[in-house]
């Protein structure tokens, strides 16, 4: 499995982005995908996740306490691709961040449950 991440940039505080994450390769009947941030000198941490199976149509969300009402994360099945709509954003959202990708079929917090990870798209909110 392999995640291309993009759509990170510089904003000012209160503006949007939207990130993709382009999921290609041999996937499962369910899984999960996740986006997880890393601020300088901080440890990684979940941002949101979406999960997807062959049985149901409808997906599981999760998200970080203080990304809700403010991040939306969703999934095109026809492209393979994961989006985090980023909106009210803020400077305490400087970060790089990372999609994910987890066999589980769970929307799970821990960056350990996931095992694919793609590389980063910086995103900088200044004040």
């Known amino acids: 499995v392999q995640l291309q991440a993009s759509g990170g940039g510089l904003v000012q505080a209160g503006g949007s982005l939207r990130l993709s994450c382009a999921v290609s390769?041999?996937?499962?009947?369910?899984?999960?995908t996740g986006w997880f941030r890393q601020a300088p000198g901080k440890e990684r941490e979940f941002v949101a996740a979406i999960t997807w199976s062959r049985s149901w149509s409808a997906s599981n969300t999760n998200y970080e306490d203080s990304v809700k009402g403010r991040f939306t994360i969703s999934r095109d099945n026809a492209k393979n691709t994961v989006y985090l709509q980023m909106n009210s954003l803020k400077p305490e959202d400087t970060a790089v961040y990372y999609c994910?990708?987890?066999?589980?079929?769970?929307?799970?917090?821990?960056?350990?449950?996931?095992?694919?990870w793609g590389h980063g798209t910086q995103v900088t909110v200044s004040s």
């Open positions: 994910a990708f987890s066999l589980s079929g769970l929307a799970a917090a821990r960056s350990n449950a996931y095992r694919y």
């Open positions: 390769g041999r996937t499962s009947s369910s899984y999960a």
